[in-house]
């Protein structure tokens, strides 16, 4: 009976007697909703136009952070560190294409997704070695970011919130409305779009594979810079934070693997419900921890009943 | 010349349906067998049991397992880590309770116990596949993992969380734990994974292995000239399962002196599934060989630097050996996605026909 | 060698700047560091203090007892697979292991009776390995992890236990065996002194978002908040007590979580945070000028000049001193100069670490002096209790000590239950009871 208690009735009062307490929990989980967000869009774009799982996402947020603050404390003033960062990033999108993607062409998704595994190894390991092992302090305050925090005194408590928090949510929705408006409306952003339909089409009306994938890569290399930054005003870069990237993978799971609205939605759900699971159940009835293993669950059980995800496009098989 | 077949004549069914029908082949096998048994045994140092041998070993038998179920049955499964670590909290759970057990048949039941857990989180996988299946898996991965911390009577309400091996002894002689010595262990690693292998080939050879194929060339193909897909995947899981819990009771009480939950986490999901398609999806050998690279060559790259009398600092020596471990990865992706044991297979058939060009 | 060592090198191997390997004639001590990974950037200036103040022995005094001494880093990341490993490559010529993460020290406990080599876990490793009757090869001086929860516990309650009555306290830690050991300390000292114990577990996996476990904080409300952290855990969970409003004087560190690194991007944000300690940073000690002066001043270190005089690099220094204490110890009760680890153990086991020989090293007031002894292989000199005042630790606390009574029938059952698991397991029976 206690149990039974503590799973239908307690987590729904304990909501309504300590209301700040919920609604910090809700912006907590939507902050890393967002976040979560971020990197999948990055998976969902190099998948659409080249159906690769990149594993490689995660390396490449703390690669392209640590890319930046290493110019940074150099003497480059931050916003040219940022465009050096940016540059560092095309040029490993062009390494990755000549050197890995083109000569895997062809070959099946599990050898390109084991590639990608192989390609965060090699980063790791230059990556490392370059920047050095110890944590870095992302620049937000010299990239302009306020650094200050809102507490909010109402619902008889304190909701804290960060002005850091605010500018990644807003940057986040700026990088995804860019996006979708390059996509749709630009020739490159078309050019993405047919090659994801049908490369061979594609190819066929002169679309050139090599730059499409080189451009791809390198937004996925942007959209990983703004991950960082936005990550990095919470928490130092280290490289422990590329396992921020499994997080994505249930987003990816409930958004599909080839939606971009299907990635926000996933990651917001995911951020959200992840929280009030964690706070509202899984720490009076389990001890906590539940975060490393809930988002996947969750994602498991809506598979099962929508195999393609919630916004992924219908799986058709033929025979 | 060497591997010459023609002139290998089989009069019965039972002749042409051996394990091994070409000779050669057979005699490759006995140089093996012969080196792994009697040559290793006699040359190796412990150090090279510890770090090379036994790792190998437990590594492939746990890839063998994983390739029946995505090399085999077509399933892919990132939670081979977690279901490692089922097999080995059971082996030390049924030591607590039954502390007569003998041990090695401790290893064998404990694998039933991965197998149970491996059919439960097989289930989505009758409805969800591809790269949503994998993602699928890592539930089971992490879910485990978490379980192995919380659950303080799976280890025995141990402060660390980690499962403690004792010395067991069998005819009066250790065969596992600190006190016993490495060749026995090594010894006893090595008959396990012979036995599985022997039931893995004949598994895959036959009806079974067949229907896996079929599951994972077409399963809806498949469903239509009659197998029963629900059965079929079920069962790789099971098999699948079976063959890695003992790799993992293996690996911590044969391989290694205990091991803390962490160690089942998801890098090691990772580097069994390297072995796995870097030897070769969906056949035996490679995984030996897969094992060997993975396993071996980044041990084996600490010892290089002094051959050329240079020293170098810790952690330049762990970035390049972490470097050196990605470009190999991708080296052999590129050159044989097929993996290994397809280079084998390529070698062969050039042996076959040499001195002849085709 | 072996034919199959003969492969083809990397050419980037050749390209490296070599480091002259040492002489032949030399004490191998092997040190199980990490400079990669998470937890790198924790292990990096205690690493770097072990290897500078063993380089400046080699070179101001040619070592100890005249003989030099070979200090080999075997990278770990730590990891236990990776741990045990360099354990197993090192051990033919070890005379000690540094194992340096409480999951590789209980990986390789079990083998040190066969292996014959003592490990030393500074401050770290099992608890129980203080009964030196049960583990004879292996030593925590100069402080274990049970010393510390009950040295932190006396200090909130200000030397009074009865008032810790009805108190909450929570234990943030990290879930790894390091994190959870002192909780089997904790809940028996909550059962005595009548405090609710709360423990507050973050994965590996979520070191860096730490975002739940400090709302579950704000809603308990404790009046403590103790931190068992290590690694990239430390500064994120600074910052989100900063951020969550936690009060920062409420909030105590184990000596592993108090580190200037993690504080320093906080600077005066985090004032009041406290970490016990069983080492003290002191900028003008004669060891510091000898190391500026061999090693620094010369350029064979890879520390950053500015951190010298952070808590982890001297605590580095500190740790190497024990350890030559110890060789210098054993060499002079065998008489010979190249010891081997069977005498190192010994010379482990009768260590006398006093304010005297402090003097002498020029170490004085950088660690309480310590004795150990058969019975005894922690030694429990007790700690200070640090402040971060902006911009640096400071002492702000006595010499605090730990509770013997609670903690030596600890010692006892546990040890005896972890040689009962792992039977057989060779107990001195020369030693002194408990």
Redesign the interface.
């Known amino acids: 009976m206690d149990l039974l208690d503590k799973i239908f009735v307690a987590p729904f009062r304990d909501m309504v007697d300590?209301p700040d307490?919920l609604v910090?929990?809700l912006w907590?989980g939507f902050v890393?909703g967002i976040l979560y967000a971020l990197i999948a869009l990055g998976f969902v774009l190099i998948y659409r136009s080249s159906r690769i799982?990149n594993f490689a996402q995660g390396v490449m947020v703390v690669f392209a952070s640590l890319a930046m603050i290493w110019f940074n404390q150099k003497g480059i003033p931050a916003w040219i560190a940022l465009a050096l960062a940016l540059v560092v990033m095309l040029v490993m999108a062009i390494a990755i294409e000549r050197?890995?993607l083109r000569?895997?062409i062809g070959?099946?998704?599990?050898?390109l997704?084991?590639?990608t595994?192989?390609?965060?190894?090699?980063?790791?390991?230059?990556g490392?070695?370059w920047f050095g092992?110890?944590?870095q302090?992302m620049i937000t305050d010299k990239l302009g970011v306020p650094g200050e925090?809102w507490?909010l005194r109402i619902l008889g408590g304190?909701v804290?919130i960060?002005q850091q928090d605010v500018a990644a949510v807003i940057v986040a929705i700026l990088l995804v409305a860019g996006l979708l408006v390059f996509l749709n409306r630009s020739q490159m952003g078309r050019a993405i779009r047919a090659l994801s339909d049908d490369a061979q089409a594609a190819l066929s009306v002169g679309i050139s594979l090599h730059q499409i994938w080189v451009l791809v890569w390198f937004l996925a290399g942007v959209i990983a810079l703004v991950t960082g930054i936005a990550w990095g005003a919470?928490?130092?870069i280290?490289?422990?934070?590329q396992?921020?990237a499994?997080k994505a993978?249930?987003v990816?799971?409930l958004g599909g693997?080839d939606s971009i609205s299907g990635a926000i939605v996933g990651g917001l759900l995911i951020g959200i419900l992840e929280?009030l699971f964690?706070?509202y159940w899984a720490?009076p009835i389990?001890?906590?921890?539940?975060?490393?293993?809930f988002a996947?669950?969750l994602?498991?059980i809506v598979?099962?009943f929508r195999?393609?995800?919630l916004f992924g496009e219908k799986?058709i098989?033929r025979? | 010349m060497l591997y010459r077949i023609a002139g290998q004549y089989k009069t019965s069914y039972t002749a042409d349906q051996a394990l091994f029908p070409v000779r050669q082949d057979a005699i490759l096998l006995g140089i093996i067998l012969v080196i792994a048994y009697v040559v290793f045994p006699l040359t190796a140092s412990e150090y090279a049991f510890k770090a090379l041998l036994l790792p190998v070993l437990v590594y492939a038998l746990a890839a063998l397992g994983l390739n029946i179920l995505?090399g085999y049955a077509g399933q892919?499964s990132l939670g081979t880590g977690a279901f490692m670590g089922v097999g080995a909290y059971a082996c030390s759970k049924l030591t607590t309770i039954f502390p007569e057990m003998n041990f090695i048949v401790a290893v064998l039941l404990s694998g039933f116990f991965s197998a149970g857990i491996g059919v439960v989180f097989g289930i989505?996988s009758l409805?969800?596949?591809?790269?949503?299946l994998a993602?699928?898996t890592?539930?089971a991965q992490?879910?485990l993992?978490?379980l192995f911390?919380?659950w303080h009577w799976l280890n025995n309400y141990t402060s660390s969380g980690a499962i403690e091996t004792r010395n067991f002894s069998m005819f009066g002689y250790y065969i596992a734990g600190p006190l016993a010595p490495t060749v026995v262990k090594y010894y006893l690693a090595l008959v396990v994974v012979t036995l599985v292998t022997w039931l893995a080939l004949n598994l895959t050879r036959g009806n079974l292995g067949r229907i896996w194929k079929a599951t994972r060339d077409?399963d809806?193909?498949a469903e239509?000239i009659g197998i029963r897909l629900m059965w079929s995947k079920l069962y790789a899981f099971a098999v699948s399962s079976y063959i890695i819990g003992v790799a993992g009771a293996l690996f911590v009480f044969v391989a290694g002196d205990g091991a803390e939950p962490n160690a089942f986490d998801?890098p090691l999901s990772?580097t069994i599934?390297?072995i796995a398609?870097i030897g070769g999806?969906g056949s035996v050998m490679g995984n030996f060989l897969g094992a060997i690279l993975i396993v071996a060559i980044p041990a084996m790259l600490n010892d290089i630097p002094p051959l050329f009398n240079l020293t170098l600092e810790s952690?330049?020596q762990e970035?390049?050996?972490?470097?050196l471990?990605?470009?190999m990865?991708?080296f052999f992706?590129?050159i044989e996605?097929l993996g290994l044991a397809s280079f084998w297979g390529l070698i062969r058939e050039k042996l076959i026909i040499w001195p002849f060009p085709h | 060698m072996r034919p199959i060592t003969k492969l083809i090198a990397a050419a980037a191997v050749t390209a490296m700047a070599a480091v002259p390997a040492l002489a032949e004639d030399s004490i191998y001590v092997p040190n199980l560091s990490y400079?990669?990974?998470?937890f790198?950037?924790t292990g990096?200036p205690l690493m770097d203090g072990q290897r500078d103040y063993i380089t400046m022995l080699n070179e101001r005094d040619g070592g100890v007892g005249g003989i030099k001494i070979d200090l080999e880093e075997c990278e770990t990341g730590y990891s236990t697979k990776k741990g045990v490993e360099c354990y197993e490559r090192t051990k033919e010529k070890a005379t000690v292991t540094q194992p340096w993460s409480t999951g590789i020290t209980l990986g390789v406990l079990p083998k040190t009776n066969t292996d014959k080599i003592p490990i030393l876990a500074p401050g770290y490793g099992f608890s129980p390995m203080a009964n030196g009757k049960v583990f004879q090869w292996a030593f925590n001086p100069p402080a274990s992890y049970w010393d510390g929860a009950s040295m932190i516990m006396q200090y909130i309650a200000g030397g009074k236990m009865e008032s810790l009555k009805g108190k909450k306290i929570a234990l943030l830690h990290l879930?790894h065996p390091y994190g959870k050991e002192p909780i089997p300390l904790f809940e028996a000292m909550a059962a005595k002194y009548g405090f609710e114990f709360l423990?507050?577990?973050v994965?590996l996996?979520?070191?860096?978002?730490q975002?739940?476990?400090w709302?579950?904080i704000?809603?308990a409300r404790p009046d403590n908040v103790i931190m068992w952290g290590w690694?990239?855990m430390n500064?994120?969970a600074i910052?989100e007590a900063i951020?969550?409003?936690y009060p920062m004087d409420q909030f105590i560190g184990v000596w592993w979580s108090g580190h200037d690194?993690?504080l320093k991007?906080e600077g005066a944000a985090a004032k009041g945070y406290k970490s016990i300690s069983w080492s003290v940073p002191v900028p003008d000690a004669p060891v510091m000028a000898d190391v500026k002066k061999y090693v620094l001043d010369k350029g064979l270190s890879k520390a950053d000049p500015e951190n010298v005089n952070w808590v982890f690099y001297q605590r580095g220094m500190v740790i190497s001193m024990i350890l030559m204490e110890a060789i210098g110890e054993a060499q002079k009760k065998f008489g010979v100069k190249n010891v081997n680890a069977e005498q190192v153990r010994w010379g482990l086991e009768n260590l006398d670490v006093t304010e005297a020989r402090l003097k002498e090293l020029g170490m004085s007031g950088m660690v309480p002096p310590f004795k150990t002894s058969c019975a005894n292989h922690t030694g429990h000199s007790g700690a200070w209790m640090l402040e971060w005042d902006g911009a640096k630790f400071v002492k702000v606390s006595d010499l605090l000590q730990a509770d013997a009574s609670l903690i030596a029938p600890l010692e006892k059952t546990n040890g005896d239950a972890y040689a009962k698991a792992h039977a057989p397991w060779p107990v001195n029976e020369n030693c002194k009871a408990m």
């Open positions: 300590l307490i910090q929990t907590e890393a799982f050197i890995v000569p895997l070959q099946p998704d599990i050898i997704f084991m590639a595994i192989g390609i965060t190894l090699v980063l790791i390991g230059i490392e070695w092992g110890e944590n302090a925090q507490d304190r804290s960060r919470r928490v130092d280290t490289f422990n934070l396992v921020i499994y993978l249930p990816l799971m693997l929280k964690e706070i720490q389990m001890g906590g921890g539940s975060e490393t293993w996947f669950v994602a498991l598979l099962l195999p393609q995800g799986i098989e025979v | 995505t892919l989505p409805r969800i596949k591809g790269f949503y993602i699928a890592l539930a992490f879910f993992v978490w911390e919380k077409m809806i193909a239509l998801i990772f599934l390297f398609i999806l952690d330049v970035y390049i050996n972490q470097i471990v990605g470009a990865i991708l992706l590129i996605p | 400079r990669t990974g998470p790198a950037a990096i879930d423990p507050v577990p994965g996996k979520e070191m860096q978002s975002s739940a476990q709302l579950q704000r809603r690694g990239a500064s994120a910052k951020a969550s409003g690194g993690d991007s």
